[in-house]
């Protein structure tokens, strides 16, 4: 009767053990989901690289445009034309209806629209961004995007304050869906500025930004330190961010964690696990 009792007991306690095993590992299994800190990331870059696209077609000229080489974003199959007439003035960055390969390696097609008080270098001047069927990468983006020229820092290096309020509709190979994205940033200038050619431009970008996943999650966002960006290059190659969804642990994201390299690899930290992600 003794042994019944202990072997009873030991039944009951081997159940608890895999059950509440089970449950912990559903809870982690749901809690690592690194989808969404990519996909931020992706819509992230995506909307960096269009004040550089602005930056290049308002400061170049028609020939530097159509160069073809890797000093240059935007290649023969973008069409730029700026009208002065209106006011504020207006470019168009036209890259067709196929896809446009940029010398940073992202597909374009779509315009962009920038309307513009000031040169991008001048202090005060703004430029007012937004978008006719624009897809990147097949990602669909819509919305406005503001670049306020504040000036120069103690650095000596020229700030900007930078606001989004968009979305994007995701093509099938990210799983299709769509996201909005809000976000209130200060880019610096770090690096390039002096030079004619725009892929050694080098941008620090910090802030925070708010919006809802394709899933349908709403997240939040805070830069920890500053996001570098380098303009030939499509992702971003250091800085930590905190990414936030809703009802889940904080994703410490960290870009330069294999010593600041250029490459499409992020480090995503979850309730003291990491994760290595790949973007696209």
């Known amino acids: ?11 009951i306690v081997a159940t608890l053990l895999i059950t509440f095993s089970g449950c912990k590992k559903d809870k982690e299994e749901i809690d690592n989901d690194t989808a969404s800190a990519s996909e931020n990331s992706i819509a992230d870059a995506a909307y960096t690289d269009v004040a550089n696209i602005a930056d290049e077609a308002a400061t170049g000229s028609l020939t530097s445009y159509r160069l073809g080489n890797n000093e240059r974003i935007l290649t023969s199959c973008a069409t730029v034309t700026i009208d002065t007439v209106v006011v504020p003035h207006l470019i168009t960055i036209d890259f ?8 940073d390696g992202n597909y374009r097609r779509g315009k962009i629209l920038v309307s513009f008080s000031g040169h991008y270098r001048d202090s005060a001047s703004t430029h007012t961004i937004t978008f006719n069927n624009y897809l990147v990468n097949d990602n669909n983006l819509s919305g406005t995007k503001t670049v306020t020229n504040n000036g120069r820092n103690s650095a000596g290096n020229l700030t900007f304050s930078i606001t989004v309020n968009g979305s994007i509709v995701w093509d099938a190979q990210y799983g299709g869906g769509t996201s909005t994205h809000a976000s209130s940033r200060t880019r610096e200038w770090i690096a390039g500025e002096n030079t004619p050619q725009w892929n050694d431009d080098v941008y620090l970008i910090s802030g925070n930004s708010n919006g809802v996943t394709r899933t349908g999650k709403t997240y939040s966002m805070v830069t920890v330190t500053p996001l570098r960006k380098r303009i030939g290059f499509r992702h971003f190659s250091d800085g930590i961010v905190e990414f936030t969804p809703n009802g889940n642990a904080v994703r410490t994201i960290d870009y330069g964690y294999i010593g600041g390299n250029e490459d499409n690899l992020a480090r995503v930290t979850i309730n003291g696990n990491t994760f290595t992600i790949t973007l696209r």
Do not use: I, P, R
């Open 1 to 11: 009767m003794k042994n019944q009792k202990l072997k009873l007991a030991g039944l």
């Open 96 to 103: 067709g209806t196929s896809n446009c390969l940029g010398q």
